[in-house]
T-cell receptor
Framework: DADVTQTPRNRITKTGKRIMLECSQTKGHDRMYWYRQDPGLGLRLIYYSFDVKDINKGEISDGYSVSRQAQAKFSLSLESAIPNQTALYFC?????????????FGPGTRLTVL | DQQVKQNSPSLSVQEGRISILNCDYTNSMFDYFLWYKKYPAEGPTFLISISSIKDKNEDGRFTVFLNKSAKHLSLHIVPSQPGDSAVYFCAASGVYAGGTSYGKLTFGQGTILTVHP
């Protein structure tokens, strides 16, 4: 079984729709992250959470919101999707207690906004 | 401003030869560097890392070199195998003012490595 799972794996939606991407992990890590990947830009940090009560904006948080429902669950929402949010989205976890800065990524969600 | 740059979008090598992937960074606060490998339809997976107190780290066929004065690191794969064909991302982290930034990685754009049989 995968340690970090993401649902859905693929999603096509229309401009203005609300979308939620979900992430669950069984690694027992405290820290969770949302990144997006765009061609030629690499992966960029959207939001991160160091525990259930701690949520922080990353470098490209505009247009996104997150919810940390439990230690194991971290969801990303697009309140009103726009075409330039078409990208590959990755959830990741890390355990600072064991290894510094090593992120474990989920398989990704490919989102297309028409 | 791209703080971590991989200037070669792609690299093609013959099986058995050496693959050298390069990465440059601009932020002098970075003190920990990582390489991730990504196959299609999968998330990136951790490959190897290096702390700024070292200039070399080896793990089997993979070696990462760090040149702090040049703010440059490279990943060497010897010998290259067709299964190494993937996108390779360089990433960096550091401790910023106000506390730790562990886990907050800044990634390069990625280099597509193709190893031909």
């Amino acid at each position: 079984d995968a340690d970090v799972t993401q649902t859905p794996r693929n999603r096509i939606t229309k401009t203005g729709k609300r979308i939620m991407l979900e992430c669950s992990q069984t690694k027992g890590h405290d820290r969770m992250y949302w990144y997006r990947q765009d061609p030629g830009l690499g992966l960029r940090l959207i939001y991160y959470s160091f525990d259930v009560k701690d949520i922080n904006k990353g470098e490209i948080s505009d247009g996104y919101s997150v919810s940390r429902q439990a230690q194991a669950k971290f969801s990303l929402s697009l309140e009103s999707a726009i075409p330039n949010q078409t990208a590959l989205y990755f959830c990741a976890t890390s355990d600072f207690q064991r290894e510094r800065s090593t992120l474990f990524f989920g398989p990704g969600t490919r989102l297309t906004v028409l | 401003d791209q703080q971590v740059k991989q200037n070669s979008p792609s690299l093609s090598v013959q099986e058995g030869r050496i693959s050298i992937l390069n990465c440059d960074y601009t932020n002098s606060m970075f003190d920990y560097f990582l390489w991730y490998k990504k196959y299609p339809a999968e998330g990136p997976t951790f490959l190897i890392s290096i702390s700024s107190i070292k200039d070399k780290n080896e793990d089997g066929r993979f070696t990462v070199f760090l040149n702090k004065s040049a703010k440059h690191l490279s990943l060497h794969i010897v010998p290259s195998q067709p299964g190494d064909s993937a996108v390779y991302f360089c990433a960096a982290s550091g401790v910023y003012a106000g506390g730790t930034s562990y886990g907050k990685l800044t990634f390069g754009q990625g280099t597509i490595l193709t190893v031909h049989p």
